[in-house]
């Protein structure tokens, strides 16, 4: 009995650490937004001729969107994003082809790291 015991918390506490191990566990720590031009809730003071996003890691630019919306919702044209540093792969830069007056401004964002976990989000700048 005691034996049976040990058995079963041995194989218990092997599948928690496993567990802890995997990918399903480091989940939340999938690709992040670290830091955008402009900034998430920034003033700046011109149009902004392109929109920068820094990733934590690689992401594929496949099966990734991005959209610029104004105030009232309606989209700003954007060209075809790009890697700053193709080799790295984590920072991608959106031209802004679409004329911006001031205002309030939305980007929304949706990536897939080279793992393919989609990882989605949205910032806003306002344009003095």
């Known amino acids: 009995m005691a034996l049976a015991r ?3 918390r041995t194989l218990a506490t092997s599948a928690v650490a496993i567990a802890f191990t995997t990918g399903a566990a480091r989940a939340p ?3 992040r937004l670290l830091k ?3 900034a998430a809730n920034e ?3 011109s149009p902004p001729p392109a929109i920068t996003l820094v990733f934590s890691e690689r992401v594929d630019l496949a099966v990734s969107r991005f959209r610029l919306a104004d105030a ?3 989209a ?3 060209g075809k994003a790009k ?3 193709p080799q790295k792969g984590t920072t991608v830069v959106v031209p802004v082809s679409g004329a911006i ?3 309030a401004y939305t980007v929304t964002w949706s990536v897939a790291a080279d793992d393919g976990h989609p990882v989605k989000g949205t910032f806003g700048f306002v344009v003095r």
Do not use: Q
């Open 83 to 85: 890697f700053d540093d």
């Open 76 to 78: 700003v044209a954007l």
């Open 101 to 103: 007056a001031h205002g």
């Open 29 to 31: 720590w999938h690709t």
């Open 72 to 74: 009232k919702g309606t």
């Open 36 to 38: 955008s031009s402009p």
């Open 6 to 8: 040990l058995v079963f």
């Open 43 to 45: 003033t700046v003071a």
